[in-house]
């Protein structure tokens, strides 16, 4: 079975601060990770996929294969980046996406 | 491109009736897979369809079922509806070759209120 678990419901910070949104994973296959971002009133959208190894808009994100975690940080916050955030694990076969219940980020002014 | 369509948006139906969703892959897409998503909880798989087959089946009883179309376009059905299967219910596009390595792209989902 595959499991993500995102822990924090919420994460509230100032602008301009470092962010970091928490994500393990359980999976006894090679895990392929993604986050995923739902933006107020906009459907979810791919925001990164760690296969690629880059940065969008600002964010990155590091497979730890060893403490099963993936996640999702950024240097300096800013108000646009308030969103909710999900964390989702695609099985070998490609056919099934796990995903995590999201952590909500509000950056305040 | 218009990417993901569902329809409808919202729909009322009442405990016992059944239901059907639509869906329209991205263009160029030819996978589609259906997702539940709870106020306040993540998507929850569903399934997923591909030539269309149902290719992998997440935790959901048989009263939920699916169809994929030549057109690859997709239905969801859910029959004898209760109260727990309020929820928003995501489609999801993709292509088959790339097995979602490339990522889903997603529709705006439809409401469904059993009442």
């Known amino acids: 079975a595959q499991r993500v678990t995102q822990p924090e419901k919420l994460l509230s910070v100032f602008k301009g601060a470092p962010v970091e949104l928490k994500c393990n994973y359980s999976y006894s296959g090679s895990p392929e990770l993604f986050w995923y971002v739902q933006y107020s009133r906009q459907r979810l959208q791919l925001l990164l996929r760690h296969i690629s190894r880059e940065s969008i808009k600002g964010f990155t994100a590091d497979l730890n294969k060893g403490e099963t975690s993936f996640h999702l940080k950024k240097p300096f916050a800013q108000e646009e980046d308030s969103a909710m955030y999900y964390c989702?694990?695609?099985?070998?076969?490609?056919?099934?996406?796990?995903f995590g219940g999201g952590t909500r980020l509000m950056v305040k002014p | 491109d218009a990417g993901v369509t569902q329809s409808p948006t919202h729909l009322i139906k009442t405990r016992g009736q059944q239901v059907t969703l639509r869906c329209s892959p991205k263009s160029g897409h030819d996978t589609v897979s259906w997702y539940q998503q709870a106020l306040g909880q993540g998507p929850q798989f569903i399934f997923q369809?591909?030539?269309?087959?149902?290719?992998q089946r997440g935790n959901f009883p048989d009263r939920f079922s699916g169809h994929q179309f030549p057109n690859y376009s997709s239905e969801l059905n859910v029959n004898a509806l209760l109260l727990g299967d309020s929820a928003l219910y995501l489609c999801?596009?993709?292509?088959?070759?790339?097995?979602?390595?490339?990522?889903?792209?997603f529709g705006s989902g439809t409401r469904l209120t059993v009442v």
């Open positions: 999801a596009s993709s292509l088959g070759s790339d097995r979602g390595r490339r990522g889903y792209t």
């Open positions: 369809y591909y030539e269309e087959e149902e290719r």
């Open positions: 989702a694990l695609l099985n070998n076969a490609g056919n099934m996406l796990t």
